[in-house]
Each structure stands twice: as structure tokens, then as C-alpha cells.
């Protein structure tokens, strides 16, 4: 089966950990299926990394050999609705041979507007089924603008499955209006073989962290809608009582001179630790250092990372929002109320002190598969092309 994935969530030459649920998810797809993904690379991005754009087809297909690049060009800040029409002209343009002369039997759409929205498009032109993935933004924020909510459940509509990554978003969908038997919620996967317990003491000391302090592991993208700047505000508190206790940041984003900031300010700078981008080879061992792993988002899918903490054995501190209290049991973690930064700070607290059953939590990780989110939506493929499924291998 030929099938051609667009979506601007997957990782560039100059930044390989983006979309790194896709690059999991794909890689895995890939050995089922002739895949190809195009990857929609802002124009804003191509020009601050232009050499780098211009041998990605070259770098990149050496990590992805089934990945292509295109420029996504739009006009920023200005007609935001129009960008789904940025988005497939962009598209047309520069792969018109790979968009409309190669026969596809399915095309997917990774990220509700505007990927999911063009792919939709290009699957009427071409008379190619579409299936949609939906992440979590791309639903719980874009619905509540109505232009993009329109061509969202327009493509909803047209499209033979809209895959969720939780119960929750698929909810918000059929309460927008799509059809409850056209949305599927499927998991992503933990890779189990590589996020695994380990021993805390070897973990920091390959690190040069402290072995006797406590420690707070958040990553994620460094802006406020992430909840990294309500853990800091919750560690500050917490932190006056706890002289052991410090805090990892790692990722980057548009909020860490705030969280550097702000640490100064409140004499934490040394314990404040702002590590920056990890590869996702290197994050098991940061896991294994932790105490507690923190995500307060406001709003989310299931993300990866929680998947992957608890596969470590890792308590999880998190907020209830989107698809996280669908993963997240009473034995593996803590969730708080969104934007709560007091109730934030006492649930910090009360899982510091807390005895955790660390088999218990990597053995509950362990259902969520990508061998079984693959064979799910393989069977949604199959039923889209009316193929009968072949035997998985191995």
C-alpha cells in the first residue's frame, strides 16, 4: 500500500527532536506500507537556517529516507483562516508530481489545520481516501475559532477517519459536530525497550547531579500554555521549605528568559537547572535521575512524555486536561486543577513524600503499545482502501 503522510510535525536537519511522536509513529508505519512523508517547513524557519533547508532533502532523507521538505509560505499574523490555502499552494507548487501524478492508495494529514485541511483538499482532487491525525492544540484551540473550526470538521466530514490521540479530543469533535463512528481514539506508543527503570544513583552520577537532593524533571516546549512557568511559580513556593529540592527545564522556547529570570529573582538560580534541547535517546537517563516528573499544561493531548515517564517508573505530577487523566491512574501520579499554581505547589509536596511503586507504574506504561497504535491504524487504512489486512511482521 502507497501512502503519503503531509504534515509539518516532524523533524528538520536543524531540529531533529521535533514531532518526535510522528517520527516513532512513522518510522513504525513504514515498515507496513510504501510510505512517503512530505514535511511543510515554515518559511520564517527556511530562511533563518537557508543553507540547512536546501540540503535537507539530501541530510534529512539520510535519518528519514522516506521524507521530502517543502516551504510552507504565508503571510504571518495576517489571515490566519487563509493558511490552509498557503498551505496547499505551497504544497502544489513545489511537489505537484509527488501531490497529483504519483498514485496514492491513502493519503493521512498529521495536524488538524492547515495540514489535515489541505491533505483533505488534495484527497477530492485526486480522489484519494484521507485520514486526519489529530493532536491536541489542534483541537482544543483551533475549534474555538470558528473559520478554522469551519474547514476543520469540513475536513472531518470528508475525510474516512479523524485518529485522536485521546478519548477526549475525539469527544470535542463529535460535540463539534462530526460523526461518532469517523473518529478514533488511538494512543500513541512508548518504545519499551528503551524508557525503562534504572538506577538513580548511576543516572545522576553520569549526569553530575546531586545524589542526595530531590529532584523535579519538566520537558516540554518552554511557553506558558505548557505550564512551565506555573511549576516554577509552584517550585518558588515549595522551595522555601525543601533546601534539597531542585528543579530540570528541559527543552527551549519563548519562555525561558522568563524562567531564568524569575529563578534570580527569587535566589533559586542554582537550583534552577535550564538544560536546553535533549535528543530523545538521551532522555531515559534524565527520567531515571527524577524524583518526579511535572507536566502542569493547560491543555493537552496525551503527550509522549508522560507515556515515557511512567515507562521509567517515574510518578507523574500533571493537570487534568485533554487525554492525560485517561493514562494517568491514582497509583502512577497526581493531577491538579489547571492554572492552579497553589494547588500545584501542595500536590508537589504531597508526591515528594509520597512511597511510589515504581513496577507498578512501568508495568501500567507498557499498554500503551506502538505496536498496537500501528496495528490500529492499519486497519483503518485497510478499511479506507477496502484491502484486506496483511500478516504484521516482525
Known sequence: MKVLVITNLFGFPWDPTRGMFNQQQFDRLAQRVDLSVLVAVPWTDAIKHPRAYWSARRDGQQRWPYVDYFIFWYVPGVAQAAHSVFFFVSLALQRPITLFVKRWQAFIGSWGFPDAVATSW?????????????????????????????????AVQHSRAAMCTSAALGDRLVEAGAARERVHAIYNGVDATRFVPASRQAARAALGLPAQAQLLLFIGNLKPAKGCVDLLDAFIQVAATQPELQLIVIGDGAARDMLTQRAAQNGLSQRVRLVGKVAHDELPVWFAACDLFCLPSHNEGVPNVVLEAMACGVPVLATRVGGIPEVLPEFAGVLVPSQDVAALAAALSGALARTWDTRRIAIHARSFSWDTNIDRVMNLLQAATNRPQAAATS
Do not use: E
Open 122 to 154: 488534495a484527497g477530492r482532487l485526486t480522489c484519494t481516501p484521507v485520514l486526519m491525525k489529530l493532536h491536541g492544540t489542534d483541537v482544543n484551540d483551533y475549534l474555538d475559532v470558528p473559520p478554522k473550526r469551519r474547514q476543520i470538521m469540513s
